[in-house]
């Protein structure tokens, strides 16, 4: 990893070979005909744009067919085929095969995105905060602007409307989606298949896993029509050959200050990977007690386990001295260049030293602020209680002053998942919240008032009981008319978890306030300003960094070097059985039923993944991989372990993006999973041209 750091020499402004999360708006054309002879127009960015799109729980997709047939990963399909599943019912370890449209089986809370109209919204927030305010005040007005350009669009349009925050609040822009939430599971293979090697070869490469799902959209009880779909080419690229990502990356930091790094480096890092490491332990408990213990935490299990090892590779990376120490130069550039125009000098010479006092002010406290503001598990009953009890109360306020989360433009979707149908697990949820209850009392000490208000007195393992005995939260109407019913219905409660969470909701706004107020308020004017000193600097050459929004990735498919290895730029199911056979067929190297039976009538020729050299990272997890012909020949699941520093720093020296394999995801359909139907719908919606790149427009 470090002789591969040592190599990663990209400037944070101006992108450097294919380094970049563009967003749609700012395409590098000059770079793209500059390394690759090829400029996409208009058309081929509101085709790539639409047919893109984003799963709201975490991760990509895109519409393959005219069918408003969806192809993602089983990775990212995995949190609903775990709410399907049941005891005897197991989806995520055995897989779901539609065979017919009828077998299509709704999603309990599934929210669908595509980005329909894009605008910049700059000059509107930015006139709403004068320069020269408090930074409390400058926050406050900024996200009550914010909250006024998301409603009016909302209100206007019936859209999901997002203002999006660009180059640490150099630009605004507003995202306007159409949401689809009718979404219904067609095809998953088998976990095994999915993540064939599991831990071991997860970030590496050769890799060997079909990560892929399909879901259907639907509307009016009907298929949707997607006129615009990236066709399957099972021809796949030829290695060299240009291919782009159109993705949504959930987060870099990148742009973030050296001081702010340092932050991520020393406190927040290692206090994340603790609390990891601490989930693991406790879902690998509840997973030895039997079976159905096992199939309940098992994608609880894999999420913690992925971020584990995903957070462990960044930290590495952040505390490489040459990463650092080519940081810190970039900003020193940056910074002295800044104080070579006095006008510059005198609007943002001092931003830098602000963010890194906000920075100061967070490290020092920043093991109660997480404890107390941080989630109990979103999803869980527990999060539900919390989360409600923030609803009825914030919906008081005036819409600009509220959480964010609770403005008007977000209360249709956070109500679509806070009141979802999916199972919960009374048993496991009381387990986790007594372990999670022991790590507070044992950071904080017994005698922390937060902790004493978990507690009332009792022991962890009796405060989560007393905090779950009888509760209806897992009710969905429940919930529904506590929400109905307002403040008065939350305060008047008796459910023993509600009463838990309305002791939290003190705690956690005092933390969260004196956050936003004290340090993000900083943070971010000092952010525009700095954005401001790089645009002056460097014009707008430099991409901004993820925010969970639709980027366009460029690369090529392309093998590389490791030590004295050349690793090829694909793997093959022949290459898939052979390394099963090499670990005598041994966990996580055996092969699940139906790909076992299939070794006899596969194609062991047949490509399973391959890698490229786009930027990408966390989000980006079922991002199409298209041609320049817009033809779909991969599936983004996963970097490998010299890309995690992609976080803060781009190289493509060996950090690779994996793809499955346009034709190994048709293979698996056809001789392993019996699914006819659904290649041929891929068959049709391809473009009858010899042209095997050729677009569908």
């Known amino acids: 990893m470090k002789t591969a750091l040592a190599l990663l020499f990209a400037l944070a402004a101006p992108a450097l070979a294919d380094e970049g999360m563009w967003t749609f708006d700012n395409v590098p054309e000059d770079q793209l005909f500059e390394r690759h002879g090829f400029v996409p127009d208009a058309a081929w960015l509101e085709h790539a744009r ?4 984003r799963f709201n729980d975490g991760g990509s997709g895109s519409f393959v067919s005219p069918e408003g047939l969806v192809l993602t990963n089983h990775h990212v399909a995995m949190g609903q085929l775990q709410k399907m599943s049941k005891a005897g019912r197991d989806y995520v370890k055995d897989g779901f095969y539609a065979r017919t449209r009828a077998e299509e089986t709704a999603c309990p809370d599934l929210e669908i995105n595509q980005l329909v109209s894009y605008e910049d919204v700059s000059a509107r927030i930015h006139e709403a905060v004068p320069s020269g305010l408090p930074p409390a005040e400058a926050n406050e007005r900024r996200k009550a602007a914010t909250a006024a350009v998301e409603k009016e669009c909302s209100d206007m349009t019936g859209s999901r409307c997002d203002v999006v925050e660009l180059y640490a609040g150099g630009e605004y822009w507003l995202y306007r989606y159409k949401k689809y ?100 332990k406790n879902y690998q408990e509840w997973t030895a007690r039997g079976a159905e213990e096992a199939r309940q935490a098992k994608g609880g299990l894999f999420g913690v386990e992925n971020s584990l090892k995903v957070r462990t590779g960044e930290l590495l990376g952040l505390s490489d001295a040459k990463l650092f120490a080519k940081k810190e130069a970039d900003e020193a550039d940056l910074r002295a260049r800044t104080m070579k125009d006095p006008a510059l000098a005198k609007e943002a010479g001092g931003a830098w030293d602000e963010a890194a006092a906000a920075a100061k002010k967070l490290a020092a406290r920043y093991g109660v602020y997480r404890t107390y503001a941080g989630g109990r598990r979103a999803h869980s009953m527990t999060g539900h209680a919390e989360t409600l009890v923030r609803w009825v109360a914030e919906v008081e306020k005036e819409n600009g002053k509220r959480y964010k989360e609770f403005r008007d433009s977000a209360l249709e979707s956070l109500g679509f998942r806070v009141f979802s149908a999916a199972p919960v697990y009374p048993e496991m949820e009381r387990f986790l919240l007594a372990r999670k209850l022991e790590e507070y009392r044992d950071d904080l000490g017994a005698e922390d008032p937060f902790v004493k208000a978990l507690l009332g007195g009792k022991s962890p393992e009796d405060a989560a009981a007393a905090a779950l005995a009888g509760t209806k939260m897992g009710d969905p109407a429940f919930r529904k008319s506590l929400v109905a019913g307002g403040r008065k219905a939350v305060e008047a409660s008796t459910d023993p978890l509600v009463a838990f969470a309305r002791r939290i909701d003190p705690f956690y706004r005092a933390q969260r306030d004196w956050y936003e107020d004290e340090v993000e308020s900083v943070a971010t004017t000092a952010g525009e300003r700095i954005a401001k000193a790089r645009f002056a600097v460097y014009g707008k050459s430099a991409y901004p960094d993820a925010t969970f929004t639709l980027r366009l990735a460029i690369g090529r498919a392309l093998g590389y070097e490791q030590g004295t290895t050349q690793v090829p730029f694909k793997t093959t199911l ?124």
Do not use: C, W
Not at 586 to 605: E, H, N, T, V
Not at 630 to 658: C, H, K, Q, T
């Open 50 to 53: 639409l047919a893109s799109l």
């Open 181 to 280: 939430t009718d979404v219904r599971l067609v095809m998953a293979p088998e976990m095994q298949a999915a993540f064939f090697g599991g831990d071991p070869d997860n970030f590496v490469f050769p890799r060997y896993a079909f990560d892929f799902a399909f879901f259907r959209v639907y509307e009016g009880g009907k298929p949707v029509p997607s006129a615009k779909f990236f066709a399957f080419d099972p021809a796949g690229p030829a290695e060299g050959e240009l291919v782009f990502v159109t993705g949504h990356p959930g987060s870099t930091s990148r742009l973030l200050t050296t001081a702010q790094l340092a932050f991520e480096r020393d406190t927040a890092g290692p206090a994340i990977l603790k609390t990891l490491e601490r989930a693991r």
């Open 574 to 697: 022949g290459g898939l059985y052979a390394r099963s056979d090499a670990f005598d067929g041994r966990y996580p190297f055996d092969l699940p039923p139906m790909l076992a039976a299939a070794r006899g009538k596969a194609d062991l020729k047949a490509p399973v993944d391959f890698v490229s050299t786009n930027d990408i990272t966390g989000g980006n997890s079922g991002s199409p991989t298209i041609s320049r012909g817009l033809r779909l020949v991969g599936l983004i699941f996963d970097g490998n372990v010299e890309s995690m520093v992609n976080e803060y720093l781009y190289g493509e020296e060996r950090g690779r993006a994996l793809s499955v394999h346009a034709g190994g995801i048709v293979e698996a359909l056809e001789s392993v999973y019996g699914m006819g139907g659904l290649v041929k719908e891929l068959e049709a919606a391809a473009p009858k041209t010899g042209d095997p790149h050729a677009a569908h427009h």
